[in-house]
Nanobody, 123 residues
């Protein structure tokens, strides 16, 4: 079992920045790849970013490429999502998720999910 707790969401103006954190417990952190997903009202959950177990490899959704950066601190069992140049279209509940094995963009491949944190970007 893996427990995930997100933090760092909030309200920000367009063009601003936020940094999300996700603290993991319950399993050796270096055994799991991590991902970030988001879900806006009335829309399906969508992939945002993923990072490999050692933090070397990352993949981003085209909509956030160049604006968001995913990183992890394996000593602190924490993964981060630095979000810059935020746009109103980034408004959503952001979820971190964990999966065994390699990184991936498919939500169904992830075994564990956090409760989500709200990000609201005003225009």
């Amino acid at each position: 079992q893996v427990q995930l707790v997100e933090s760092g969401g909030g309200l920000v103006q367009a063009g601003g920045s936020l940094r999300l954190s996700c603290a993991a417990s319950g399993r050796t952190f270096t055994d799991i790849a991590m991902g970030w997903f988001r879900q806006a009202p009335g829309k399906e959950r969508e992939f945002v970013a993923t990072i490999s177990r050692n933090g070397v490899s990352t993949i981003y959704a085209p909509s956030v490429q160049g604006r968001f950066t995913c990183s992890r601190d394996n000593a602190k069992n924490t993964v981060f999502l630095q979000m810059n140049s935020l746009e109103p279209e980034d408004t959503a509940v952001y979820y971190c998720a964990a999966k065994r094995g390699v990184i991936g963009r498919t939500a169904n491949d992830y075994n564990y999910w956090g409760q989500g944190t709200q990000v609201t970007v005003s225009s």
